[in-house]
């Protein structure tokens, strides 16, 4: 799947189970408008994480020198493109990473600002920067990124400072969903990396009872390739709909946190109270 498509999905899905999931289903209201404005922002770059194991990927200069930097490490680490980062213990390890950086505060002292969540704010300047290159907001400027992101974590951090005890689930979530959106086109992910389950000879030349190759790969991804190549016109198609969906529930957020607060059945599927 496409970058832009990535960071829309993990919007989408954060859209989804913070604000349409808890009405739908009567689970608990514990994200504010804010949250789910925000969160949409992070988990659209949250959703481009797993992709940063790759040194010449849009993403690696989305926040330049520090994104590279980033890279660099991830792509070391996880073994390179498409292996770690696309695994389910990928996922758990980003996840780790933001449940940790949730300790790293500091107390100011200062009455009004009181404790500054640095690790989290950190974490959100370079998601933020991501899901803007990912959405072609930023080009290839250096000054850009850095300015736009910097001040909306600054915006969040100061005022709405406890919005950050969500971070990890948004990271684990942009991760999930980057995952499931290319386990649906051809290449497929190694869910299991490191362990790899190669699939066997008859699965693969046709001799067999069925052909597992579009779905079992030989070097062990899986695949449910139902929107073909990445970047496939189908690809295009599926996105018109979560991307829209996305940006009507960013937009209600918006308009719920303004103070305005339609009635209606778009209130049920956005989520105002
Ligand atoms: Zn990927």
Redesign the pocket.
């Known amino acids: ?1 496409m970058g832009g498509h ?1 960071a829309a999905t993990g919007a989408a899905a954060w859209v989804a189970v913070t604000s349409t999931a808890p009405f739908a289903f009567g689970w608990y209201e514990g994200v504010s408008d804010t949250g789910v404005l925000a969160g949409a922002l992070v988990c659209a770059g949250a959703a481009l994480l ?2 940063a194991d790759h040194h010449s990927g849009t993403i690696a200069n989305a926040l330049s020198p520090v994104s590279n930097w980033v890279v660099k490490v991830v792509e070391t680490v996880s073994g390179g493109h ?1 292996k770690g980062t ?1 695994s389910i213990l990928g996922v758990v390890v980003f996840t780790a990473i933001a449940w940790l950086l949730s300790f790293v505060r500091v107390d100011t002292g200062i009455e009004g600002i009181g404790t500054v969540q640095v690790g989290p704010g950190i974490l959100c300047v370079l998601l933020v920067a991501f899901a803007l290159k990912a959405l072609k907001i930023t080009r290839d400027t250096k000054i850009l990124p850095w300015t736009t992101s910097v001040v909306l974590a600054a915006l969040i951090a100061v005022f709405a400072p406890e919005e950050w005890f969500w971070m990890p689930f948004c990271v684990a979530l942009g991760c999930v969903v ?1 995952n499931l959106g ?1 386990f649906i086109t051809t290449n497929g992910v190694p869910w299991f990396w490191p362990l790899k389950f190669r699939s066997p000879r008859w699965a693969r030349d046709g001799k067999g009872i069925i052909e597992l190759t579009s779905f079992w790969k030989r070097n062990g991804s899986l695949a449910m390739p139902i929107l073909g190549n990445a970047g496939s016109v189908r690809e295009w198609i599926f996105l018109i709909p979560v991307s829209l969906y996305a940006v009507v529930g960013i937009v209600w957020a918006l308009l719920s946190q303004m103070g305005y607060y339609p009635q209606g059945f778009w209130n049920q599927v956005f989520g105002i109270a």
Do not use: G, L, N, T
């Open positions: 799947m990535h797993p992709d498409r696309h980057h290319d």
